[in-house]
T-cell receptor, first 116, second 113 residues
Framework: DTAVSQTPKYLVTQMGNDKSIKCEQNLGHDTMYWYKQDSKKFLKIMFSYNNKELIINETVPNRFSPKSPDKAHLNLHINSLELGDSAVYFC???????????????FGPGTRLTVL | AQSVSQHNHHVILSEAASLELGCNYSYGGTVNLFWYVQYPGQHLQLLLKYFSGDPLVKGIKGFEAEFIKSKFSFNLRKPSVQWSDTAEYFCAAPNFGNEKLTFGTGTRLTIIP
């Protein structure tokens, strides 16, 4: 069974479009994250949620809006896509509680977003 | 703010060579340290971690890392690398509030058969 899954794996779209990436974890973790990995492999946290509550928002443009319908899901919606949004987006989950402690993070397979 | 430095950007070794990848962090109040590996086209996987106890920690696939508090370092080692170790390696440490991970810029390791 896949522990952290993301859909879609690849996403190619035009500038200005709106798109969503979905993430699900079956590990029973309370904390989930979104990371952005740029073309130089630099990995930066974007958001974290603990049991559906936003804990970390790393000054990401408000075109990015995470949504957590329940603690097993954390989706990422992006409005008005720009060229600079092209990257690989990784979802992760952790048994730690974001905001109080950091534990091992389990990453999804990533979504490669290409904005044309 | 926490910063994590990986000074080796790209390391090329022959099979059976010994490996050491450097990692230094800035905020000394933390002791939770991680190494993750990303094989080509795949997601990040935990290689090993240090939380407390013996500063020499062993991970998967023969990797180990040594936590040296006085040097703010957590270097990764492997005595004999294999072609399958070709990957990107990331060191990570929590920030000041221990609420999120800061990743290093990664080291690309290429093993020549």
């Amino acid at each position: 069974d896949t522990a952290v899954s993301q859909t879609p794996k690849y996403l190619v779209t035009q500038m200005g479009n709106d798109k969503s990436i979905k993430c699900e974890q079956n590990l029973g973790h309370d904390t989930m994250y979104w990371y952005k990995q740029d073309s130089k492999k630099f990995l930066k946290i974007m958001f974290s949620y603990n049991n559906k509550e936003l804990i970390i928002n790393e000054t990401v443009p408000n075109r990015f809006s995470p949504k957590s319908p329940d603690k097993a899901h954390l989706n990422l919606h992006i409005n008005s896509l720009e060229l600079g949004d092209s990257a690989v987006y990784f979802c992760a989950s952790s048994p730690g509680v974001a905001g109080t402690s950091v534990d091992t993070q389990y990453f999804g397979p990533g979504t490669r977003l290409t904005v044309l | 703010a926490q910063s994590v430095s990986q000074h080796n950007h790209h390391v090329i070794l022959s099979e059976a060579a010994s490996l050491e990848l450097g990692c230094n962090y800035s905020y000394g109040g933390t002791v939770n340290l991680f190494w993750y590996v990303q094989y080509p086209g795949q997601h990040l996987q935990l290689l090993l971690k240090y939380f407390s106890g013996d500063p020499l920690v062993k991970g998967i696939k023969g990797f180990e890392a040594e936590f040296i508090k006085s040097k703010f370092s957590f270097n990764l080692r492997k005595p004999s690398v294999q072609w399958s170790d070709t990957a990107e390696y990331f060191c990570a440490a929590p920030n000041f509030g221990n609420e999120k991970l800061t990743f290093g810029t990664g080291t690309r390791l290429t093993i020549i058969p």
